[in-house]
């Protein structure tokens, strides 16, 4: 089986700002969705894990596997979307001009890159190569993995399994700490 799973909060959730590949650490209430977690999904079994480097992903992974005999193994390919020079920007929605706003509310017609931002082609080509080289075979030899990442990782992990088109990509979401199952 494969499950995914989206970080805890961090204190940028918190105050809406776009954090891409930002490092930012879970906060108090991130790391007590993750103490969460670890007692509701303890009996839930995993062979694998595979993790986003960035912080607040490996920590979630870490709490979520404590005292469990589960291998965390962090992988590049699992940081979160880039949003470029946007990281950092708060409430991007209440500024009607910001450009990155287009990759949110019309990902369909999101092409190139804004800003240096990632552009879908880029995050599906990692996410696939990933998928392909560490995941899939896997799964074939009958093992349960999971993967702690973040929501446009995870988005576009559930696009590409569930083959859903780029123009409801933000509609894949998996909540904050809570499993879910792909296969």
């Known amino acids: 089986m494969l499950y995914i799973m989206r970080h805890g ?13 930002r490092d930012i650490p879970l906060n108090e209430e991130g790391l007590s969705m993750a103490r969460a977690a670890h007692d509701e999904y303890l009996n839930t079994h995993f062979d694998i894990c595979f993790s ?23 992988d590049n390919r699992l940081r979160e979307m880039s949003f470029g ?14 450009p990155i706003n287009v990759l949110f509310k019309d990902p369909g017609s999101y092409k190139k890159s804004i800003g240096g931002a990632e552009t879908f082609a880029e995050l599906f ?18 093992k349960d993995i999971l993967i702690v990442g973040h ?28 499993l879910m199952r792909l296969i």
Request: with cysteine; hydrophobic share 35%.
């Open 52 to 74: 986003s480097p960035l912080k607040r992903a490996a920590e979630t992974a870490s709490i979520l596997l404590q005292g469990r005999d589960v291998p965390i193994i962090i």
């Open 85 to 98: 020079e946007y990281e950092g920007v708060q409430n991007s929605f209440l500024l009607p001009d910001c």
């Open 9 to 21: 909060m961090t204190e940028w959730n918190r105050l809406h700002k776009l954090q891409g590949q």
């Open 125 to 142: 080509s990692r996410t696939n190569s990933f998928l392909s080289e560490m995941v899939f075979p896997e799964l074939q030899k009958g």
């Open 151 to 178: 929501k446009g990782l995870n988005s576009a992990i559930i696009s590409q399994i569930k083959q859903i088109p780029i123009s409801q990509f933000w509609n894949n979401g998996v909540e904050q700490c809570k």
